[in-house]
């Protein structure tokens, strides 16, 4: 029996209540300059690093129906295809 029907509304609450909050609306109400632009970026090489040692827990921890769509999603970066 699937449970990604039911946990994919979850997540898609959390996520969007993620960016509902305060940090994230004075996030995105700064005026980037081209100095804030390089921070920024600075600040997204590490977050996307450690972003996938999160997928990877996430991953482990889930049922095996979201564990498939989760590799369904990611399948394109993690079978390392040199054609991609």
Same mark, same amino acid.
């Given at each position: 029996?699937?449970?990604?029907?039911?946990?994919?509304?979850?997540?898609? #609450?959390?996520?969007?209540?993620?960016?509902?909050?305060?940090?994230?609306?004075?996030?995105?109400?700064?005026?980037?300059?081209?100095?804030?632009?390089?921070?920024?970026? @600075? &600040?997204?090489?590490?977050?996307? @690093? @450690?972003?996938?040692?999160?997928?990877?827990?996430?991953?482990?921890?889930?049922?095996?129906?979201?564990?498939?769509?989760?590799?369904? &999603? #990611?399948?394109? #970066?993690?079978? &390392?295809?040199?054609?991609?």
């Amino acid at each position: 029996m699937s449970q990604w029907l039911q946990i994919r509304p979850m997540i898609d #609450e959390m996520v969007n209540r993620q960016f509902d909050t305060v940090e994230f609306k004075k996030l995105f109400a700064v005026r980037l300059t081209p100095g804030r632009v390089k921070v920024y970026q @600075n &600040h997204m090489t590490f977050y996307t @690093n @450690n972003r996938r040692d999160c997928w990877s827990f996430v991953a482990g921890k889930a049922p095996l129906d979201v564990k498939r769509a989760i590799w369904e &999603h #990611e399948k394109d #970066e993690l079978i &390392h295809d040199a054609r991609m």
